[in-house]
């Protein structure tokens, strides 16, 4: 059956819900231990917090916030939306379906490892963290408005778009689409291949650094672009291959 416990609450200990069908919550804070949530069919909340960790599995997730003093772990069979993440530990997250949240954030003052795979698609608002793995074979990859990261972010997808506001480094893999990452800080690719796309790399307001870059044109002729741009320097640290044109600017102010 469904579990429903919309009233908001504070537990002095750890905090375990579960059931065969939904599980249903408000706000729930577990004050000094770990928040677990288990169930046949979805999950819905609107804030969960814990001291420790909070691992959540369910056929859906679809919640409000998550903050937790240690891990937080997702996992769901179809999709996740989610607001803020912030954990004093790492990130993990692994959906069937698609994975959207506004914010996700692993404390930098530890491993800081945000590692989300979604088959049909990852798109967040922002980014927080020491390193990230970002997967997802059937659909794109985006991180829209800011990734601040200590280390690297590895991305894949059928396309991968990246923005930041702060020193960004980076390796990249789209299967089926284009590559588009941005900063307006220093800029380090160290890996970047679209399959069938074209590839955008920009600091537009520092030092870009790039490295095995390669665009293929798909079988119709279309992709194959590869531009390279920043403010400061343009550093061409490896091989750069485009099927189609090549671009390549430095000094300029970009956009």
């Known amino acids: 059956g469904n579990l429903d416990a919309s009233a908001a609450g504070t537990v002095g200990g750890s905090i375990a819900l579960g059931a ?6 408000g706000t729930l804070t577990a ?5 677990t949530v288990t169930a046949g069919n979805g999950i819905t909340f609107d804030r969960a917090q814990a001291s420790g960790a909070i691992r959540m599995n369910g056929a859906r997730i679809a919640g409000g916030d998550a903050s937790a003093g240690g891990l937080i772990a997702l996992t769901a069979g179809q999709d996740m939306t989610l607001g803020q993440i912030d954990a004093g530990g790492d ?7 698609t994975f959207a949240a506004e914010q996700v954030s692993a404390s930098q003052s530890g491993t800081g490892l945000v590692d989300i795979a979604a088959v049909n698609g990852i798109s967040l608002r922002t ?12 659909g794109a990859v985006s991180v ?10 590895e991305a894949a997808g059928q396309s991968v778009l990246l923005r930041s506001t702060h020193d960004l480094a980076a390796t990249a893999n789209a299967s089926a689409g284009n590559i588009d990452i941005a900063t307006t800080d220093d800029l380090d690719v160290r890996s970047a291949a679209a399959a069938t796309g074209d590839i955008r790399l920009a600091s537009t307001g520092g030092v870009a650094t790039v490295a095995n870059v ?6 119709t002729g279309r992709g194959g672009n590869v ?5 400061e320097n343009l550093n061409v640290a490896g091989p750069v291959t485009a099927a189609a044109n090549l671009a390549m600017r430095s000094g300029e102010r970009t956009t």
């Open 214 to 219: 390669s665009a293929v044109a798909s079988s």
């Open 91 to 97: 990130v993990t997250a692994t959906a069937s379906g």
């Open 127 to 138: 980014l927080v963290g020491n390193s990230a793995r970002l997967a997802a074979s059937g």
């Open 227 to 231: 531009d390279l741009a920043a403010d």
């Open 20 to 25: 065969s069908a939904d599980v249903l919550f």
């Open 31 to 35: 004050a000094s231990g770990d928040f």
């Open 144 to 153: 829209s408005v800011d990734i601040n990261m200590t280390d690297l972010v």
